[in-house]
Each structure stands twice: as structure tokens, then as C-alpha cells.
């Protein structure tokens, strides 16, 4: 089952303080560990304002994931829509992806991350995850068709997983080699792209 996930929508002043100071907690210290209490004092709401936006933990987890979503489409969408070309594109992914693991406070891929916390494939935070992932995937297939690649849907694949591997070896152990093996894996897909005639 995939999740349609919304695009985010105008909130109200202290929904959007609860859900940005959720933003920073989870994605630092973990989403588990991070209790409901915390989340209220930090982002300077009362109990019961929380309450009203949010009713459980478990919606502001399911926001949390689904924002992050939002934000990663966003952004990618646009570097699509400024790059003259799909390799512009797909290089300017790969700068992004290392830019970001050599960020003070990288804690890896906020997705992976969640995904570690919740086994359960149909937990709905899961079901968010699985749906970002296939739209990575979709996007990235998109780009290299559009370049001529012989098995976009594969290289894609490998992207994703190299993006992956990049982001959890970047923050577990050598951010440098991480970041290096991701652009030498995206340097060799993009040579096997043939343009179109």
C-alpha cells in the first residue's frame, strides 16, 4: 500500500512551532526518544495546545515524516527545474547529497532514521517512507531516461542506494570516503547514459 502524502499546507503559529521543534528534536536525538513533554516545553505551547493540533505523539510523527517529504520534493523539484539538462540535474543531487553530509550536526537520512524506529512496513510512518523512497527512485529514473540511459529504472536503483550508503557511512564513519564513493557510483551511471537521437 503506498501513502498519497499532501503537500504541506499553511498552519496555525503554534502547530508550525511544535512541528519545527519536532523537526530539530527527532531528527537529533531520535524520534523515540524524544518525549511529548520535551516537545511542548521546547516549543513554548501548553498541553493542551499540543493536544488540539495534535491529539498523539504518533500524528506529529506521521506530520514530522510527511514535512520532510515535502521539503526533500521541493527542493529536488527545483534543482530539476533550474538545471538545463537532466546530467546538470542529476550532478547537482549528487553536490546537494554531500553538501548536506558534511553539514555540522548530519545525523544521516531523517528517512532511513525513521524507518529504523518503526519495523512495522504498515506503521503509517512507514508508509510515508515507502512512498518518499519510491518517488526518489521515480524522479531519479525520470532524469536518467530523459538522458538516455539503457536501464533507467536500475541506475536509479543504484542512486538511491548509493545515496543511501553515502548518507549512513558519512555520519557512522568516514564522511569524506562516503562522499567519494557516492560521486565515483554517479560518475559511472551517468557514463553508461546514451543521449537520444
Not at 520535551?38 to 498541553?47: G, L, Y
Not at 547537482?92 to 555540522?104: G, L, M, S
Not at 529514473?141 to 553515502?166: F, K, S
Not at 554517479?186 to 543521449?195: F, H, K, M, Q, S
Request: proline share 5%; charged share 25%.
Amino acid at each position: 500500500m503506498v501513502v498519497e502524502i499532501a503537500p504541506t499546507t499553511q498552519r496555525a503559529p503554534a502547530k508550525g512551532r511544535i512541528l519545527d521543534t519536532a523537526n530539530v528534536l527527532f531528527y537529533e536525538d531520535g524520534i523515540r526518544n524524544v518525549g511529548v513533554d520535551r516537545i511542548i516545553s521546547a516549543s513554548s505551547v501548553t498541553k493542551a495546545t499540543f493536544y488540539k493540533h495534535y491529539r498523539a505523539k504518533d500524528n506529529l510523527i506521521v506530520e514530522y515524516i510527511s514535512a520532510r517529504h515535502a521539503n526533500e520534493r521541493a527542493h529536488i523539484q527545483d534543482v530539476i527545474q533550474m538545471s538545463p539538462d537532466a546530467a546538470t540535474a542529476l550532478r547537482e543531487f549528487v553536490a546537494a547529497i554531500i553538501a548536506e553530509i558534511d553539514t555540522p550536526g548530519f545525523r544521516g537520512c531523517p528517512f532511513i532514521n525513521a524507518a529504523a524506529e518503526f519495523p512495522d512496513a504498515d506503521h503509517p510512518v512507514r508508509l510515508v517512507v515507502t512512498a518518499h523512497r519510491e518517488w526518489y527512485v521515480e524522479t531519479l529514473a525520470e532524469l536518467l531516461r530523459e538522458m538516455g540511459h539503457p536501464v533507467p529504472g536500475d541506475a536509479a536503483d543504484e542512486l538511491l542506494l548509493a545515496r543511501d550508503g553515502a548518507m549512513s557511512g558519512g555520519y557512522a564513519g568516514d564522511s569524506i570516503a562516503a562522499s567519494a564513493a557516492l560521486a565515483r557510483i554517479a560518475d559511472r551511471v551517468l557514463a553508461e547514459a546514451r543521449p537520444q537521437r
